[in-house]
């Protein structure tokens, strides 16, 4: 017998034995087949598979190692006398490599430019989609479902600044459950003010430019005071009340309503108002409000909606 | 064909280089394409912003926070417009960052603002309840460091022709040029004169102080880049 298969069945018999011996040690065959412990006896096929496997593989290449002659055509150049057989490619494989050839080329030139998938063509399709089916389901929607939209873009876009509770957190943004703050209402009648609330660039005039009917005199610091308290309190009150309707009501009106193409209602929060200071952004006595023209126009609607309503009693 | 490469060392040579340089071809030529220059609007960052960016970097925000919109609806509902490869043009490096443990901060600068800010660094729940996002008391007391974004502004205008003190045409007809100084005494005034515009819409009165008598905190160039993403 020949020297490499009578040390394959040696290694075989002695791996075998190994497997045998782990196989007792946990227990012998008889336990695991009573256990019905299936993994195992599954790992036990395998090693055996795998041992007489490996040990068939070996001996063959080894073998062929042993017996093998040269055969096949040499090609014509060597190196340092060290030559190379012509091996063609076998039949299959070479149509397999034609036909991978021609498509590169059709993809190449035909495929992918006309055929191309586009990541933004997709994108700009799934918008169209949602917006076509948003402004339909959304078309009519009752005041509940308009304040609950703008309650959830709130939370998103405006909540960071203005707190969860729209208080503006401590003075980080304005307090949307009211109107105006008397701070506000200072800063506006010391400064002027010029935020596009009107739609337009409309701005008032500081306190150089307010004059009190009732007094004939530009508006003095007790009166400021006094009318700032007046308008942050909502327009009750009597304290200031002569000074509004002398500086204030000629242009925001008697009630504080404001007047159309004059000046905005400062009595209320309106959505109108609300649309304003998103589309132009607004910079006050607090900090500055970025504008926000990411929304669609039912998204304005929504929020518009919604934040007139919280100071809404 | 082969054999006859084989024989021929040179051509050998030139077919092995055209077989590995064209997976490198193919990714690098599209660069050159006109959607990756710069596009209408993209201007380089002045030295303030600069210095901000490095302050970014230094304190790692790209850990955490992205700068790249994808083009998904619920994306850009939220951040705004998907990005463009041209709106990166002056980046180096870029700032995409992988992980997303805080929003994307692509265009942070136009929903949030320097008081904003302000509040949000020293101390982000105060703003946002139960954040995890750090605090990043020391950026009020560390002085930022001019100079290296100096040296860098003219690296980049020096060996990638980055348009300092050059018109660029902007999106909505205007024209901005970015100024670079020509001395780093001119470029330490430049980047103080861009931090008192930011410290006067701040709160804190030893970080207005410290610019006021000339100094640069690093949060106000954190300001000052955070307010320029857009």
């Known amino acids: 017998m020949n020297k490499t298969v009578l040390a394959a069945i040696i290694v075989t018999i002695a791996m075998l034995g190994f497997t045998y011996a782990a196989v007792e040690m946990a227990g012998g065959l008889d336990k695991l087949i009573k256990d019905g412990d299936w993994v195992n006896m599954l790992a036990i096929l395998g090693a055996v598979i795998l041992v007489i496997a490996t040990t068939f593989v070996v001996t063959k290449y080894v073998r062929q190692m042993q017996n093998d002659t040269a055969s096949g055509k040499l090609a014509e150049e060597t190196w340092d006398g060290i030559g190379e057989y012509k091996n063609e490619p076998p039949f299959g494989w070479?149509?397999?490599?034609?036909?991978?050839?021609?498509?590169?080329?059709?993809?190449?030139?035909?495929?992918?430019?006309?055929?191309?998938?586009?990541?933004?063509?997709?994108?700009n399709q799934k918008v169209a989609e949602h917006d076509v089916k948003f402004n339909e389901q959304y078309k009519d929607m009752d005041d509940e479902t308009l304040k609950e939209m703008g309650g959830s873009i709130f939370i998103v876009q405006c909540a960071p600044c203005h707190g969860l509770q729209a208080d503006g957190i401590n003075g980080q943004a304005a307090d949307l459950t009211a109107r105006i703050s008397e701070k506000s209402v200072k800063y506006v009648v010391l400064n002027g003010s010029n935020s596009n609330l009107m739609g337009t660039s409309m701005p008032m005039p500081d306190r150089n430019g307010l004059l009190n009917s009732n007094t004939s005199a530009l508006i003095t610091d007790a009166e400021i005071d006094a009318v700032s308290k007046y308008v942050a309190g909502g327009l009750t009150g009597t304290e200031g009340a002569d000074v509004f309707a002398g500086t204030c009501a000629a242009c925001h009106g008697a009630d504080g309503k404001g007047m159309e193409m004059v000046a905005p209602n400062i009595a209320q929060m309106s959505p109108e108002m609300v649309g304003m200071v998103l589309n132009h952004g607004k910079k006050g006595a607090i900090g500055a409000m970025p504008a926000f023209t990411n929304l669609t126009e039912v998204q304005h609607k929504a929020i518009n909606a919604y934040v007139a309503s919280l100071s809404q009693k | 064909m082969f054999h006859w490469l084989e024989k021929n060392p040179f051509f050998f040579a030139v077919a092995v280089f055209v077989v590995i340089a064209f997976a490198g071809l193919v990714e690098i030529l599209p660069n050159f394409a006109q959607a990756s220059r710069p596009i209408l609007g993209a201007k380089p960052y002045s030295t303030l912003e600069l210095t901000g960016r490095l302050v970014y970097i230094k304190n790692n925000c790209n850990g955490c926070h992205s700068q790249l919109i994808r083009p998904f609806k619920s994306e850009t509902d939220r951040y705004g417009h998907y990005s463009m490869s041209g709106?990166?043009?002056?980046?180096?490096p870029f700032l995409w960052g992988s992980k997303r443990t805080g929003p994307d901060l692509m265009r942070v600068g136009n929903y949030r603002t320097t008081d904003w800010h302000e509040t949000h660094m020293k101390d982000p729940v105060a703003v946002v309840p139960g954040s995890i996002m750090p605090a990043y008391t020391w950026l009020f007391k560390n002085i930022a460091d001019v100079d290296t974004a100096y040296a860098e502004q003219l690296t980049v205008q020096k060996f990638f022709a980055v348009p300092y003190n050059t018109e660029l045409p902007m999106a909505d007809g205007s024209k901005v040029t970015v100024a670079l100084a020509d001395t780093l005494e001119g470029a330490r005034a430049s980047a103080l004169e861009e931090a008192k515009v930011v410290a006067a819409d701040m709160k804190d009165q030893a970080v207005k102080d410290a610019v006021a008598a000339g100094q640069v905190p690093e949060i106000v160039a954190l300001i000052a880049y955070l307010n320029r993403l857009k």
């Open chain 1, 94 to 123: 070479f149509v397999l490599y034609l036909i991978m050839i021609i498509w590169a080329i059709w993809y190449f030139l035909a495929g992918y430019p006309v055929n191309s998938y586009s990541q933004i063509g997709e994108y």
């Open chain 2, 87 to 92: 709106e990166y043009a002056y980046d180096r």
